[in-house]
């Protein structure tokens, strides 16, 4: 009879065993990349996002061959974008949250409908935030390019680098590999402009600097955009402004 237990007590063991390791893998399959780094969240919670923007489309179609500057709550948040950017016409798409792998999903009806001569993009800071890593950015990005490339071929698209914060300063190494990433497949490609405005935005001692953040130290106040304003405009005037002029003349 001792025997008899001993074995019952085996094979119980073994069961709890087995089903405690079934049901822990699907959990880390969820969460990490084959890189140790966590895996995109489905761009799907945006949807209501897309949808207004859409509907607004529909209502007022934006013109065609302008600039659609697309990216996150910073981009979203940049409520002067088109005053700071004038005379260039310009087409605000940043929908807050959002990350590389949802710019890439949603271009198809927020970006690529608008035949864009340019796009500015903005993203990789949630990416990091949310465990990304800088590996799987860069290569977002890339397909980012070219799906973009593959139906608009003379689109040139100008990234600005993932910014520091103070509340993601601690993540601050692996954003600045991610934007020597980025940076790299910029210089493979005339067609692809980088956009330092990361070095501006920090102190003496190479700390982020307070004024330019909101009391949550990660959103932006005037100050910041207005050193992203002083980075971004000038590079955009000297290819961009020529399209702006043939524009209002009524030349294509």
């Not at 698209?157 to 914060?165: E, G, H, M």
């Amino acid at each position: 009879m001792t025997g008899m237990a001993t074995m019952r007590k085996m094979v119980m063991g073994l069961c709890i065993t087995f089903a405690l390791t079934s049901m822990h893998i699907p959990v880390c399959a969820q969460e990490s990349g084959s890189d140790g780094g966590q895996t995109y969240r489905s761009p799907e919670r945006f949807e209501k996002a897309i949808q207004s923007f859409e509907a607004t489309d529909e209502k007022q179609p934006p013109p065609q061959g302008a600039i659609v500057c697309v990216g996150s709550s910073s981009m979203r948040k940049w409520e002067t974008l088109q005053n700071d950017l004038t005379p260039l016409t310009v087409i605000p798409r940043g929908f807050g949250g959002s990350n590389m792998n949802d710019a890439l999903h949603y271009a198809d009806r927020i970006v690529l409908p608008y035949k864009p001569r340019a796009i500015v993009l903005y993203e990789g800071d949630n990416d990091i935030g949310q465990g990304i890593s800088p590996l799987v950015i860069a290569d977002t990005f890339r397909k980012f390019v070219e799906k973009v490339l593959g139906e608009l071929p003379e689109c040139r698209i100008y990234v600005l680098s993932i910014k520091p914060s103070i509340k993601r300063w601690q993540l601050w190494p692996k954003m600045q590999e991610a934007n020597h990433l980025i940076e790299a497949e910029c210089d493979k490609d005339a067609r692809l402009t980088y956009v330092d405005i990361a070095s501006g935005m920090m102190d003496d001692k190479g700390k982020p600097l307070k004024n330019l953040f909101e009391e949550d130290d990660l959103h932006m106040t005037r100050d910041g955009y207005v050193i992203w304003r002083d980075k971004l405009s000038p590079i955009l005037m000297k290819t961009e402004l020529q399209y702006e002029s043939r524009k209002s003349s009524g030349e294509e």
